[in-house]
Structure formats: C-alpha cells, structure tokens
C-alpha cells in the first residue's frame, strides 16, 4: 500500500515524538504540504462558514480555497493585505471561522 493512503507505523511513531515535543497527546503527519493544510482548515470548518485569504498563496492552496473547499459548503472570500482595514470589512459575524495567511508564499517568495 502506498504510504501516503495510510498512517504507516513509522508514521505514527513520528506523530508521537512530535506530539512529545511540542507536549501533546500525539500530532498528525501528512505526506504534503496541501495535505497538512487541508487537515488544518478542516479540524476547524464546517459547511455553512466562512474563510478570508490572503490573496498571495502557493498554487496548490489556491485551488484548494478557489474550488474544493466551496464545494464542501465553505465560503472564501480573498482580500489583498496592502490595507490594514481589507481583512476587516470582509469579516461575516458568526460565520467567519478563520483568516488563513502563508508567511512566505511559495513559489514567489
């Protein structure tokens, strides 16, 4: 079976060590990027909310956020971060769960 279908023992092992170390019960290992987050945006949303992005994103996230993720009943709205007040005005009280921002956007860094 191909490893990234399912948790392999050393995969579990490291979420445990991970887990130790940053003093929690166990951690997650994901075989990518998008996928580490896609389980992050997910443990927190649910169809029906709502997500603000920072229009500067890898490529994978983009696809993730512009298509998969509306698909799911998950609303995002994107806003650009050269104003302080652009996150702000798109904030839906009750529905807005999380802005997500790449420090570093890859690949233009």
Known sequence: ???RYHNTPP??????QLGALEKTDDAVVTGSGISAILAGLLSVLKAGDHVLALDSRYGGTMELLRHQLPQ???????????RVGDAERLVKPGRTRLIYCESITNPVL
Not at 11 to 16: A, D, Q
């Open 11 to 16: 995969h579990t092992e490291l979420g445990l």
């Open 72 to 82: 799911m009943g998950i609303e995002v709205d994107f806003f650009s971060g050269q």
């Open 1 to 3: 079976m191909y490893p």
